[in-house]
């Protein structure tokens, strides 16, 4: 007896929500469109002393379909469809058509207009917890732009199947397709001491550099079609107070859509676009880049955070092909606990491929390379709003055909230590980051050898 029971309460549950999807022939004559809205039950008074339509047991309750003029709202009293619902057994609409226990009017429509769409729903009517209709309802009901109702139907598949992590997958992923437009901005303001700032090389002498920036990023996210776009923007000028010739001002712009996977992936493929320029006196052309990014970004409880690879075009101006490059990069972020609750490891290997163009730059040499780097960042927490923690850095670049038709060898390798601090709310709403780090990198080529220290602060705001 208490199985029949549970077996009828889940079918009245599916009824209900079908009755939530409702999707109703619409043409021409006699056809009528019957929307569901949520408000609030006091619309729902006049009906009071009504049975309660949910103790319908019938799974078949929609089989009688014929009725016409009726153009008011059907209305449901709460978003959730499956808490405290108590609807009427009739609803009086506005031509004095009646929706009751035993049959809900729908005005009828020739065969050959009724879509595929309506075909499946009217089938799943007569078997809600079919898996295979449900399913292909809402991806109809997706394909046709109807987000809401294919959101319902996904709804319906967790309950159907609570242990097929797919259904909730994909209402996951409408759920953030129904957001309203969303955009971020972050402003970073950062100042620079260099004790050896031109990087000269070794018993050549040092020369200190300081330096202030500003980066902006606007990142907004909306619904276009069916699908997410993200578009990123991005200006950063770096101001060199004893060289003017060094200021570097950049521009990009990345724009692509988001995808989800099942297994909780996030991917954004994007068009890369890049302008700089140097001195900022002159403004002198430095380089144009145009390209292709995949941004891949883990949704799970996993150490492997991102992965991202780009592949673009660099084209120098002034400059003969000995620089100009195609350019493949793979970085990846990797993030886990350190030796304490309140301590982060992060390590973020990268490899680079610089195809620089046959021929000589402007200095007599090429700049083909390939280039593998790991930086890793413990943080600890001392205090609710400070962490600390060491860095460091290795990177190897590998030249070949460094000077074309010479025999000029050529590798660097580049070794940075440091340490990071970050500071909230000292500043309320903005984050402090302070950083020394000692650099040195040792090259086959000796002018291309030099040592230097850094300090760095940055202010960051989020709007």
Not at 17 to 24: K, N
Not at 95 to 123: C, G, P, Y
Not at 126 to 134: A, G, H, M, Q, S
Not at 298 to 318: G, Q
Request: aromatic letters at 10%; one cysteine or more.
């Amino acid at each position: 007896m208490l199985i029949r029971t549970a077996q009828s309460f889940q079918i009245t549950l599916f009824v209900i929500s079908l009755i939530v999807m409702l999707p109703l022939v619409t043409s021409s004559g006699s056809a009528i469109d019957l929307t569901i809205e949520f408000i609030n039950s006091t619309a729902l008074a006049k009906c009071g002393g009504c049975e309660n339509l949910y103790r319908k047991q019938n799974a078949n309750i929609f089989e009688k379909l014929d009725a016409s003029g009726a153009e008011d709202y059907l209305q449901v009293p709460s978003a959730n469809l499956f808490n405290d619902i108590s609807l009427p057994v009739e609803f009086q609409l506005a031509q004095n058509t009646t929706i009751s226990r035993n049959e809900i009017t729908i005005a009828s429509a020739e065969k050959t207009n009724i879509s595929e769409m309506r075909v499946v729903f009217l089938k799943l009517m007569k078997n809600p917890t079919n898996i295979e209709l449900n399913s292909l309802y809402a991806n109809l009901a997706e394909q046709n732009g109807k987000l809401n109702k294919a959101l319902v139907t996904y709804e319906r598949l967790v309950l159907l199947e609570p242990n097929n992590i797919k259904w909730e997958n994909h209402v996951k992923r409408l759920r953030e397709l129904s957001q309203p437009p969303e955009t971020t901005i972050a402003a970073v303001y950062g100042v620079r001491f260099d004790r050896n700032g031109p990087l000269n090389a070794d018993n050549i002498g040092n020369r200190a550099g300081y330096n202030t920036s500003l980066v902006l990023t606007l990142n907004h996210k909306r619904t276009i079609g069916g699908h997410k776009y993200q578009a990123t923007g991005q200006y950063f000028t770096d101001y060199n107070i004893t060289a003017p010739a060094s200021d570097l001002y950049l521009g990009a712009f990345q724009i692509g859509p988001l995808f989800k996977t099942l297994d909780n992936w996030q991917i954004r493929p994007a068009l890369l676009l890049e302008r700089s320029l140097l001195n900022r006196h002159e403004h002198n052309s430095l380089s144009q880049s145009m390209g292709t990014v995949f941004n891949f970004v883990n949704l799970k409880k996993s150490p492997i955070k991102t992965i991202d690879v780009s592949l673009y075009y660099v084209d120098f101006y002034d400059e003969s092909p000995g620089k100009d490059a195609f350019v493949w990069t793979g970085t990846s972020g990797i993030e886990t606990q350190g030796f304490g609750k309140d301590s982060t490891l992060i390590l973020s290997p990268s490899i680079t491929y610089n195809k620089a163009q046959s021929g000589i730059g402007s200095d007599g040499f090429r700049d083909q390379y390939y280039e593998v780097e790991i930086n890793l960042a413990y943080s600890r927490e001392l205090t609710e709003n400070f962490e600390l923690g060491p860095t460091i850095s290795y990177r190897y670049r590998e030249f070949m055909d460094y000077k074309p038709g010479g025999n000029v060898p050529r590798n660097d390798r580049n070794y940075i230590l440091g340490f990071e601090t970050s500071l909230t709310e000292w500043i309320p709403g903005v984050i402090i980051l302070g950083a020394y780090t000692w650099e040195r990198n040792k090259s086959l080529l000796e002018g291309n050898t030099y040592t230097n220290h850094s300090i760095a602060m940055n202010f960051i705001k989020l709007f």
